[in-house]
């Protein structure tokens, strides 16, 4: 096959074909767009690989940071590094060349893994969200513990493969998307089995994920400023700029969320409930490089926002040179949770 016997226009070729497609790398771009989302892509892959790989290095190098919740925030960090390694990483190094030119196995290997490890931080962000719900709106009782945070741990990663498998036996495809330099689940492929694969897909995989989120921290909030009016009626201070504080990290946390996911999620749908439609490349693209920045984003919103965990990055970056306030550098079970002060007031972060 011919690049030049291919259009966007023409209806997409069966997954048996796929290789031919890879292989003859068609241009869909100006050779100006792929240069723009190489650097794009370029900026995000520096940034995710540094971020992630500075939280991996951090909290290990601390004993103290190693507690039930920061396992999951360790988790995210190496899910999230990996999404920019087999996602970020592989992409820029095909813009920089117009199209997925390393083969049609490396096609399904790169979409496999970055919706793997996608849906593992998306899920990952879910039981962070479920714990943070629970040292807050259920007490000491409820606090982390090792056994609970990995046996969640253990459900996330393998409930995961089993949604990231399903298409390598016939159940979806993976294929080109978009500008055809990134591959993911072969959304566009117009049958019953890719219809019931992205509908359940979108259901249990997103909209769930969505849903606990937006409900385990508008709880959070609800408890906290609770707590904090009757601790005022005790007589107690309550500080208005900790629950300024409290809402704006809690909604970049469900904000970024959606920004990330729920384009993609959306995509997905649409396609479902409108066969029929079309979608331009650029247009389908636009979701996928939306879900390719979380790996940036996250380590700051649930790492870099905490005053010990920066305290301790600033350490590792300093080489040591930097001495942290305090007598040691640590965390509480939950971020959401720190040590309360005379008078008991409750903070997110």
């Known amino acids: ?38 650097c794009l892509m370029l900026i995000v892959t520096v940034l995710s690989v540094f971020n992630n790989c500075l939280v991996i290095g951090v909290i290990l190098r601390n004993p103290s940071l190693l507690r039930p919740m920061n396992a999951l925030v360790l988790s995210l960090a190496v899910s999230d590094l990996m ?48 714990e943070r719900y629970s040292v807050a709106c259920k007490g000491a009782a409820s606090r982390p513990t090792v056994r609970r945070c990995s046996l969640g741990l253990l459900f996330v990663w393998v409930f995961c493969l089993f949604w990231a498998m399903a298409p390598l036996f016939g159940w979806s495809s993976y294929g080109p998307e ?27 995989c997103f909209l769930l994920p969505i849903t606990g989120i937006v409900f385990c921290y508008s709880k959070v909030l609800a408890s906290m400023n609770k707590l904090n009016r009757s601790v005022e009626l005790q007589g107690g201070g309550c500080s208005q700029k900790e629950n300024v504080h409290a809402a704006r990290m809690v909604g970049a946390m469900i904000t970024a969320f959606l920004v990330c996911w729920l384009p993609y999620a959306a995509l997905s749908l649409v396609v479902v409930v409108d066969p029929e439609l079309h979608i331009s490349p650029l247009v389908a693209t636009i979701p996928m490089y939306f879900a390719k920045t979380s790996p940036v984003y996250n380590p700051i919103i649930y790492f870099f926002s905490n005053k010990q965990f920066r305290e301790a990055a600033l350490e590792v970056l300093s080489c040591g040179r930097h001495v942290p306030h305090g007598h040691r550098v640590g965390i509480h079970a939950s971020s959401l949770s720190r040590e309360t002060n005379a008078h008991s007031r409750v903070s997110p972060v």
Do not use: K
């Open 83 to 130: 999404v920019g390694l087999c996602g970020s990483l592989v992409v820029t190094v095909t813009n920089s060349r117009g199209s997925f030119f390393i083969g049609h196995a490396a096609c399904v290997l790169q979409g496999f893994a970055v919706n793997y490890f996608g849906l593992v931080s998306l899920w990952t962000l879910t039981l962070l969200a479920y």
């Open 1 to 38: 096959m011919e690049a030049g016997s291919s259009s966007c226009s023409a209806p997409p070729p069966p997954p048996a074909h796929s290789a031919l497609l890879l292989a003859a790398g068609p241009t869909v771009l100006p050779r100006l767009g792929y240069d723009v989302l190489f």
């Open 178 to 204: 978009g500008v055809q330099t990134s591959c993911a689940l072969a959304w566009e492929e117009r049958s019953w089995s890719n219809y019931s694969y992205l509908l359940l897909y979108t259901l249990l």
